[in-house]
């Protein structure tokens, strides 16, 4: 009695199992047929894409169509057949169901004989008899089943007159379409029309194109030839401007003064050059022997710093630095390449500028220094890549820094290489930045500061004119006084000789 019951059991489960399957079946074409419909309302202006859309449905309600005939062994169909049938996208549904079939066809295999896993129909035979028993069941899921076909007819119904709203849509597009096309043509016919009418003004036009373009050849040799001469003539200024740069007796390579007196007990220096020269306080210059030529390319001897503009061609100044083993004397040169008298020299500066050796820019610095020489600045390219001013003829020097890099950016790097273009343009010589500080008299400050703990806060005091230290209580100190009692930068001390040097009418810069 156990044994049948859980035959009938099993029996019952397969009648579920059957029913389930024509359930799902039925749900999925309705679905299919209600989602051809709402595509047809939704775009009527792709019908074609639609049609194919249902051709695809069509396959793949064919193959399921296929499988169920294979699982319920009806049309002898086999298991190839139904795979050729599946369309590319395949049906989940479906291979839902293939998927049980192989599982109860395993299943129930032992117990029908070798024709138990090939469809339903040899299993509800194997089965009458627990169906019988169950009838009463089989009733509701035949109503049940009566039911679901009541309204798949209905939603077919509903579905026919969708498709019957789309088909008159797309009718009323066809004849919308057959209108376009007919305006289009009228269209397209005067636009050919006017293509014609401008085709003819062009054929005009290019005639005086061409004429124009003779005209203009003609003007282009005329000023060819003459930028030809212009080249020429440039290339011989530039030679006579290089020529000048590397002669002898150019301004630049000439001392612009001598030093008429030394007193070095007061570390203090007077030199021809004075207010008519065009001289200003803070110009620094760079010492050479009496005998030396090119004074340019020499090595300084020491470096001169002015103070005081005494007469029309004197000048007071203290010694920024020289040299024990060989003095300034009387009657040695002095030179400055950003001044000369009378005359006023113009710069460029280009480069990143480190005169220290600090990794900081000391290019404000150096304008300034240019500035107080009297020197004035005609181009610049900041560290940021901004240019500013430009190069001309008058531009004598271009003071070059350090070379920008990869690392500095592409602008920067492009305008340093256009300003040396500019350069070759004009005849503008180059120096180095650290060359021409050196020529100026200018030496940089030795920072030396004892670390640690032992460090201590007065190491850096303020030092005055001539190297004098600073007072305890700040500021600065006067220089030190000459033999008459009188500071160094107030009335000029006598020379060595005992004789005064003339009274300057200027006050003290230091006061």
């Not at 150019?250 to 030093?259: A, I, K, L, M």
């Amino acid at each position: 009695m156990a044994a049948a019951s859980s035959r009938e059991s099993q029996g019952l489960q397969i009648a579920v199992i059957i029913f389930a399957v024509l359930t799902i079946v039925l749900a999925v074409t309705t679905y299919v047929f209600y989602a051809q419909a709402e595509t047809a309302k939704k775009d009527v202006a792709t019908a074609q894409a639609a049609t194919t859309a249902k051709e695809k449905e069509r396959a793949a309600v064919f193959y399921q169509n296929q499988a169920l005939k294979f699982v319920i062994g009806y049309g002898n169909i086999d298991r190839p057949t139904v795979m050729s049938a599946k369309p590319v996208a395949g049906d989940p549904a479906v291979d839902e169901i293939l998927a049980k079939f192989d599982t109860d066809m395993a299943m129930y295999a032992a117990q029908v004989g070798e024709q138990g896993a090939s469809n339903y129909v040899v299993l509800p035979n194997y089965l009458l008899g627990i169906i019988t028993n169950k009838q009463f069941a089989q009733v509701d899921s035949e109503a049940e089943t009566r039911r679901v076909q009541a309204k798949s007819v209905q939603d077919l119904a509903s579905q026919v007159a969708v498709t019957k709203v789309a088909e008159d849509a797309k009718a009323k597009a066809e004849t919308d379409l057959r209108d376009q096309t007919a305006t289009y043509t009228t269209d397209r016919a005067a636009a050919l029309a006017e293509k014609d009418r401008v085709a003819g003004q062009l054929t005009v036009k290019d005639q005086l194109l061409k004429k124009e373009r003779e005209e203009s050849q003609k003007t282009i040799a005329t000023i060819s030839g003459q930028l030809t001469t212009m080249q020429g003539l440039a290339e011989t200024m530039k030679k006579k401007v290089l020529d000048f740069n590397n002669s002898t007796v150019n301004r630049f390579e000439s001392p612009d003064g001598r030093v008429t007196l030394v007193n070095q007990a007061q570390r203090l220096v007077w030199i021809n050059l004075g207010q008519k020269d065009g001289l200003q306080r803070q110009t620094t210059f760079s010492v050479f022997n009496h005998d030396e030529n090119g004074v340019a390319q020499a090595e300084p001897k020491a470096r001169l710093e002015v103070v005081r503009i005494v007469g029309d061609h004197l000048a007071e100044c203290r010694i920024l630095e020289d040299k024990p083993a060989n003095p300034i004397l009387q009657n040695d040169v002095i030179f400055t390449p950003a001044w000369s008298p009378g005359v006023e020299v113009h710069f460029a500066l280009v480069g990143f500028m480190d005169i220290n050796k600090d990794s900081v820019s000391d290019r404000e610095m150096i304008r300034n220094v240019i500035k107080m020489s009297g020197g004035i600045i005609d181009a610049e390219l900041q560290d940021d890549g901004t240019r500013t001013g430009s190069i001309n003829v008058n531009t004598r020097y271009l003071v070059l820094g350090e070379k920008p890099n990869e690392r500095s950016g592409t602008r920067v790097l492009a305008e340093y290489n256009f300003m040396l273009g500019e350069v070759n343009k004009y005849g503008t010589e180059t120096i180095n930045v650290q060359k021409l500080m050196s020529m100026m008299g200018y030496k940089p400050e030795e920072r030396k500061v004892e670390l640690g703990t032992n460090a201590a806060k007065n190491e850096f005091k303020k030092r005055g004119p001539g190297g004098a230290a600073a007072p305890a209580g700040g500021g600065v100190a006067p220089p030190a006084a000459g033999p008459s009692g009188v500071p160094g930068f107030g009335p000029p001390a006598a020379n060595p000789m005992g004789v005064p040097m003339p009274m300057a009418p200027v006050d003290d810069p230091f006061k």
